[in-house]
């Protein structure tokens, strides 16, 4: 069989069902022969972001492919795989490349080179015969470990190679590692014995699926549960222990409680250190689980290294715990004081979450729109700057994966392809993007994708006509040059690609609004609701 043929098939029996992409790349057309459905956009970043969003939502179990053109198409898609690579997410990506030949002729893109700093694994096709191999390879680095995007390059002069039938592929095996018993031991031990334990959770809870075993820890010690942004969602927000998540932005009780701690059991998380991340303080006990023992001592100092599957270390922490604790503890003096930490802090914010100003406090569009969708079967996602820091400390999340959060590189205009990724993935689920009028300036021309691919998400524009998380830092500029004004009528433009769009701008309008949105997805239609805004720069840091 040709090699496009066998390649697709491939794929196909490793679950691939949906290839995002952009021509020309002639695995399209193979992939849609195999009845794996092609989804073009408009911009390759974008497409990778739809790939990532798939297999986000199904905690790797469905992976997320994209393929692209050689040359320009490469070098367009790179900030998507960087992305991928920074928030460990799992996606093939299947770059046509220059012919064998021309490969390593400067100045000829070749993406299994240029990408190899930014991805798990990185291999170019130059054999037929090698094709089952390389992507045994690549199906296997992207099923197990840390998650990462794999490069598998297709030189445009291997099409017409032949490769030998019976193709001989069978899908890869998923295994999982777990912690030393010994360090099990001695983190079960501290945690027993702590006077004030914190749990801060990170994605690989939601890849492990762990989110009971997390949820028993916590209850058996009644231990509070923080999480990273790609960890939010997996304890439930609304639980008694929960202090909510964090990023550049917090609730009051994430911060106190950990600079109150004595040890900090980090469960799938890096403890990666980044701007839009939670600060871990000094001179703390740490625990540090984790797939990957590169991260170990990376960032924070680690008492205690569990290096393994997040459901495996809790399994057997937990059943380590059992010998001497054998019932839930009590929880009511220490949920008692997270619930006074958030009432006084919820008292301060409440002003503008209930904000009857106009132009919107984008605090009041985000509040009704918690408190109007059907937040179980919703999945919403954030953009960088100002929507995810008015976002991400309120929203309250209590199924796994309904909010994928992401932070450590931030890309503007990232989350409307999350949004159709994980629509493409849940079609059941109203999937709902926040992102400003920066962030649409970036990849906005891609709800047409929305429209033409028929992937009818919920997208909500907080448009401020400025870059306002900069004006503190661009004063200057902004009073003589005007350098931070943006403008566009966006419901407009939604219109004009065949979704429906609608601008608000009173208060009384923000819900009807909504609900108005949530009916259009529901008959197929993507949706753009543009809120006009209020410039509003605050956000509840540290100490707020």
């Known amino acids: 069989m040709k090699l496009g043929t066998a390649i697709a098939e491939i794929m196909r029996r490793e679950g691939i069902e949906i290839l995002c992409g952009y021509p020309v790349n002639h695995l399209i057309e193979h992939a849609a022969k195999a009845e794996i459905r092609p989804v073009m956009v408009r911009q390759e970043r974008v497409g ?23 040359g320009p198409g490469a070098e367009n898609a ?8 920074g928030e460990s997410v799992p996606v093939l990506v299947l770059p046509m490349g220059y012919q064998r030949r021309l490969a390593h002729v400067e100045p000829n893109f070749n993406s ?34 840390r998650g ?27 295994t999982r590692y777990g912690a030393d018993p010994v360090h099990v031991k001695e983190a079960a031990s501290l945690l027993v014995n702590a006077k004030r334990p914190v749990i801060y959770a990170g994605q690989g809870v939601h890849y492990a699926q762990a989110w009971p075993q997390l949820k028993r820890l916590a209850e058996r010690l009644a231990i509070p549960v923080t999480t990273s942004l790609g960890g939010k969602s997996s304890f439930p927000e609304t639980h008694p222990l929960s202090l909510g998540s964090g990023g550049l932005a917090v609730p009051r009780a994430v911060p106190k409680f950990l600079a109150e701690a004595d040890v900090i059991f980090g469960i799938g998380c890096s403890f990666t250190e980044t701007s839009f991340g939670i600060a871990m303080p000094k001179g703390k006990t740490i625990i540090h689980s984790t797939l990957d023992p590169n991260h170990l001592n990376k960032d924070v100092e680690a008492s205690i290294g569990l290096v393994g599957d997040a459901g495996l270390v809790l399994d057997a922490l937990l ?32 002003p503008k979450l209930t904000s009857n100003d106009a132009p919107l406090s984008p605090y009041r569009v985000l509040w009704d729109l918690q408190h109007t969708v059907d937040i179980e079967n919703t999945i919403i996602t954030h953009d960088a700057g100002s929507p995810r820091d008015q976002l991400s400390p309120f929203w309250k999340a209590v199924e796994p994966l309904t909010y994928l959060g992401w932070g450590k590189t931030t890309q503007l205009g990232y989350g409307l392809g999350l949004a159709m990724g994980a629509k493409l993935a849940k079609p059941d689920k109203l999937c709902i993007n926040v992102w400003g009028d920066a962030a649409i300036g970036f990849t906005g021309m891609d709800f047409e994708t929305a429209v033409r691919e028929r992937i009818p998400i919920m997208s ?19 009073e003589k040059y005007r350098s931070t004004d943006i403008s566009g009528d966006y419901a407009a433009m939604a219109r004009a690609f065949g979704g429906y769009g609608e601008r608000v701008t009173r208060p009384e309008d923000i819900v009807p609004a909504i ?6 997805t529901r008959e197929g239609v993507p949706v753009l609701l543009e809120f006009i805004t209020a ?10």
């Open 460 to 478: 909500i524009l907080l448009n401020n006509f400025s870059m306002a998380i900069e004006l503190k830092v661009m004063p200057i500029s902004t």
């Open 515 to 520: 609900k108005r949105g949530i009916e259009k």
């Open 112 to 145: 299994s080179e240029a990408m190899k700093p930014f991805a798990k694994s990185s291999e170019p096709i130059i054999l037929a015969t090698e094709v089952a191999n390389i992507f045994r390879r690549a199906f296997t680095r992207l099923k197990n470990g």
């Open 48 to 70: 990778i972001h739809m790939a990532d969003a798939i297999s986000r939502v199904t905690s790797g179990r469905r992976i997320g492919a994209f393929c692209m053109q050689h």
């Open 78 to 85: 790179m900030g998507g795989v960087a992305q991928c690579f």
């Open 319 to 350: 059943e380590e715990i059992g010998k001497t604790v054998t019932a839930d503890r009590d929880a009511s003096a220490v949920a008692a004081e997270i619930a006074a930490s958030h009432k006084e802090w919820l008292a301060k914010w409440m």
């Open 148 to 174: 990462g995007p794999v490069i598998v390059e297709i030189p445009s002069d291997m099409w017409n190679e032949e490769v030998p039938e019976p193709l001989n592929y069978t899908p890869v095996l998923r």
């Open 535 to 544: 410039k509003e720069t605050e956000v509840s840091r540290p100490g707020t």
